[in-house]
C-alpha cells in the first residue's frame, strides 16, 4: 500500500527563520513521481515541484529546496527567510508511475504553517 | 500553462437540492479527472477519478448515487451533488490530468454549504 505521512501538524516559526517540513512516504514500486504543493487560505492548490524517484538531486528554487533521500523515504521540503506569504497549508503527495488507470495522487494530511512578523 | 476553471467557486443551497459544479481544462485535453473533497483543516480525499466516455471509479466509502460525476468530454466533467445535506458541506476540488508530461492541474475549488 501507498501512503504519504507528514507528521508535523502545524509549524509556527517568526519571519526571517528557516523551517523545514517533513515528508515519509512508502511504496513497494519503484518508479513514481513525489510531489509538493502548497494551499493558501483561498483554497485553491498551487503546485510546487514534482520529483520522479529515478532522480535523487536536490532542488532548489529560490528560497525553497527539496531533499529527496529513497534510503530514508523522504522527500523534505526547506523554506529559507520564511515569510509572512508563505503561511499555508503545505502538502506532500505520492503518485505511481504505473499506478494504472487511475493514477491518483496520494497527499499526506498537511503541515500548517504559520509565518509571524 | 495548463489551467482548470472550475464554477462555482462557492455555493449556498437548501437541503434536499442537487448542486453541480463544473470544471474543464482551458487550454489541454483531459483524459482522467479526479474529485477530491476536503473538510476543514484535513487533507484531500479522493473522492472518485473518471475518464472520459467511461463511468467513474468512486473511492470506497462514496456513494455513487449522491455524487454523480459526468466526464462527457475531453474538457469537462461535472460533479452532481444530489440532495444535499448539511453533512455534505466541504470544499470540493478537482484535478485534470494532462496526457502530455504527467502531470495534474488542480481547480481553484467549490465551497459547499447546505444550509
Known amino acids: 500500500a501507498q501512503k504519504v505521512t507528514q507528521a508535523q501538524t502545524e509549524i509556527s516559526v517568526v519571519e526571517k527563520e528557516d523551517v523545514t517540513l517533513d515528508c515519509v512516504y512508502e511504496?513497494?514500486?519503484?518508479?513514481?513521481?513525489l510531489f509538493w504543493y502548497k494551499q493558501p487560505p483561498s483554497g485553491e492548490l498551487v503546485f510546487l515541484i514534482r520529483?520522479?524517484?529515478?532522480?535523487?538531486q536536490n532542488e532548489i528554487s529560490g528560497r525553497y529546496s527539496w531533499n529527496f533521500q529513497k534510503s530514508t523515504s523522504s522527500f523534505n521540503f526547506t523554506i529559507t527567510a520564511s515569510q509572512v506569504v508563505d503561511s499555508a497549508v503545505y502538502f506532500c503527495?505520492?503518485?505511481?508511475?504505473?499506478?494504472?488507470?487511475?493514477?491518483?495522487?496520494?497527499f499526506g494530511t498537511g503541515t500548517l504553517l504559520a509565518v509571524q512578523p | 500553462g495548463a489551467v482548470v476553471s472550475q464554477h462555482p467557486s462557492w455555493v449556498i443551497c437548501k437541503s434536499g437540492t442537487s448542486v453541480k459544479i463544473e470544471c474543464r481544462s482551458l487550454?489541454?485535453?483531459?483524459?482522467?479527472m479526479f474529485w477530491y473533497r476536503q473538510f476543514p483543516k484535513q487533507s484531500l480525499m479522493l473522492m472518485a477519478t473518471?475518464?472520459?466516455?467511461?463511468?467513474?471509479?468512486?473511492e470506497q466509502g462514496v456513494e455513487k448515487d449522491k455524487f454523480l460525476i459526468n466526464h462527457a468530454s475531453l474538457t469537462l466533467s461535472t460533479l452532481t451533488v444530489t440532495s444535499a445535506h448539511p453533512e455534505d458541506s466541504s470544499f470540493y476540488i478537482c484535478?485534470?490530468?494532462?496526457?502530455?508530461?504527467?502531470?495534474?492541474?488542480f481547480g481553484s475549488g467549490t465551497r459547499l454549504t447546505v444550509v
Open positions: 484535478s485534470a490530468k494532462r496526457t502530455a508530461n504527467y502531470g495534474y492541474t
Open positions: 511504496t513497494r514500486d519503484t518508479t513514481y513521481y
Open positions: 520529483r520522479n524517484s529515478f532522480d535523487e
Open positions: 503527495a505520492l503518485n505511481l508511475l504505473y499506478g494504472g488507470a487511475t493514477n491518483k495522487l496520494i
Open positions: 487550454d489541454f485535453q483531459a483524459t482522467t
Open positions: 473518471s475518464n472520459e466516455g467511461s463511468k467513474a471509479t468512486y
